[in-house]
T-cell receptor, first 115, second 116 residues
Framework: DGGITQSPKYLFRKEGQNVTLSCEQNLNHDAMYWYRQDPGQGLRLIYYSQIVNDFQKGDIAEGYSVSREKKESFPLTVTSAQKNPTAFYLC??????????????FGPGTRLTVT | AQSVTQLDSHVSVSEGTPVLLRCNYSSSYSPSLFWYVQHPNKGLQLLLKYTSAATLVKGINGFEAEFKKSETSFHLTKPSAHMSDAAEYFCVVTKNSGGSNYKLTFGKGTLLTVNP
């Protein structure tokens, strides 16, 4: 089956700890994205990557970091600097950036709770 | 610059009655528009997309949307609601061509409730 997997589905951490969320895709897509979803706010872009070993900040990158060492993997680290980390995190991918109006394909999400 | 306004945060219908979810957009460029659906604690699934071809777009599960440039609208409709349609729906806009068309701008979502 082709698709995007995110693990784990639920994650609990203590305040002050860094945590890494996994995202893997086997769609052979070049571009990958991380979004944060909070109730009533839609989705907000954290980071995106168009190609291996390159990534760009989105609208709310502060307190987050990413890496893109392999085409199929785009892990997100939520650092202790992120003031309000509790949220639902969604990973997405899309074919080559630059083609008109390409939709993105989403993973099932990880719900992170920090106490 | 681009933005999306979903005019209703919550819509409630009875099973078997029509569904209308309203979306207005603003874009400095020729837009592509999408509707996504999200069931509780799940990822987003693409329902349909408009990319400058036919203005009436048909999607999965009997949904359709009409692009109206003069009204800057892209409303989602379905003739007869089913219980399984209960979910949150997102209207999304992006650039239709050129560079930097990676950026999707999401509306805040409309929660659809279907009553038996």
């Amino acid at each position: 089956d082709g698709g995007i997997t995110q693990s784990p589905k639920y994650l609990f951490r203590k305040e002050g700890q860094n945590v890494t969320l996994s995202c893997e895709q086997n769609l052979n897509h070049d571009a990958m994205y991380w979004y944060r979803q909070d109730p009533g706010q839609g989705l907000r872009l954290i980071y995106y990557s168009q190609i291996v070993n390159d990534f760009q900040k989105g609208d709310i990158a502060e307190g987050y970091s990413v890496s893109r060492e392999k085409k199929e993997s785009f892990p997100l680290t939520v650092t202790s600097a992120q003031k309000n980390p509790t949220a639902f995190y969604l990973c997405a991918s899309s074919p080559l950036v630059g083609l008109a109006g390409r939709e993105q394909y989403f993973g099932p999400g990880t719900r992170l709770t920090v106490t | 610059a681009q933005s999306v306004t979903q005019l209703d945060s919550h819509v409630s219908v009875s099973e078997g009655t029509p569904v209308l979810l309203r979306c207005n957009y603003s874009s400095s460029y020729s837009p592509s528009l999408f509707w996504y659906v999200q069931h509780p604690n799940k990822g987003l699934q693409l329902l349909l997309k408009y990319t400058s071809a036919a203005t009436l777009v048909k999607g999965i599960n009997g949904f359709e949307a009409e692009f109206k440039k003069s009204e800057t609208s892209f409303h989602l409709t379905k003739p007869s609601a089913h219980m399984s349609d209960a979910a949150e729906y997102f209207c999304v806009v992006t650039k239709n061509s050129g560079g930097s068309n990676y950026k999707l701008t999401f509306g805040k979502g409309t929660l659809l409730t279907v009553n038996p």
